[in-house]
């Protein structure tokens, strides 16, 4: 009986590791938007998304790094589709004057339909949304220190309509809302005129 219970919990990890998947970016062309994404905005403006090389790095050599201008820019992750799971971001914002941010999305339809939390480094929170059609509503905010110029790790795991964020190891929010049941694509996102790189985005079914 022993020995079932342990086979069990052994394939039930397997199973779980083998959902997740990492994105470092390192064998992508520097200088261009990442294959495999969609990397556009919501709203007016023109974002910009590149693979760059960036010696600061979590894994080096390349980051993905957005420094374009537009209400909010964001890149999906084209071949993803998740309910429950989870998205994960390493994100260092670096410059802008009007926002310093760096987000996750999840159970994407399309650039105007999604879950979104981020952390602000001018604002020094973080925070969890949805954007329906294009309109990002504000749900609940946590402060917390946000470093510029400094590498952050920011997490949210989804099941149901239950979600808990996740921002350098601590617990930011935990929040509840079926806006958006089906899975979806996962991605990053920033706003307005944020200089941000992202690394290690890694995300996985439960």
């Known amino acids: ?10 394939t039930i990890m397997a199973t779980v590791l083998a ?21 556009t905005q919501t709203g007016s403006g023109t974002a910009k998304w590149s693979v760059e090389k960036d010696a600061s790095a979590p894994s080096k050599p ?8 537009a ?12 309910q429950d799971g989870f998205v994960e971001v390493k994100f260092k914002p ?17 650039p105007d339909n999604y879950y979104i939390t981020r952390a602000n480094a ?9 954007i329906i059609k294009g309109k990002r509503t504000e749900k609940k905010r946590t402060n917390m220190k946000v470093a510029s110029g400094e590498w952050h790790t920011l997490r949210v795991d989804f099941s149901g ?29 920033t706003k307005a005129d ?10 996985g079914s439960k």
């Not at 670096?94 to 399309?110: F, S, T």
């Not at 309509?161 to 996102?189: L, P, Q, R, S, Y």
């Not at 944020?194 to 995300?203: A, E, I, N, Q, R």
């Open 1 to 10: 009986m022993k020995a079932s219970v342990f086979t069990m919990i052994v």
């Open 19 to 39: 959902a997740a998947e990492k994105v470092s970016f390192d064998d992508m062309k520097a200088g261009m938007p990442p294959p495999g994404w969609t990397a």
């Open 62 to 69: 390349n980051v993905l790094k957005q420094s374009g201008q």
């Open 71 to 82: 209400t909010f820019p964001v890149c999906i992750k084209n071949d993803t589709k998740i």
């Open 94 to 110: 670096v410059a802008g004057k009007e926002d310093q941010a760096g987000g996750v999305i999840w159970r994407a339809k399309d």
């Open 122 to 130: 001018l604002e020094g929170n973080v925070t969890i949304y949805h």
């Open 161 to 189: 309509a239950h979600f808990t964020v996740m921002f350098d190891g601590k617990k930011a929010i935990e929040w509840d809302d079926d806006t958006f049941k089906n899975a979806g694509k996962v991605g990053v996102w």
């Open 194 to 203: 944020s200089v941000t790189l992202f690394d290690d985005f890694t995300y």
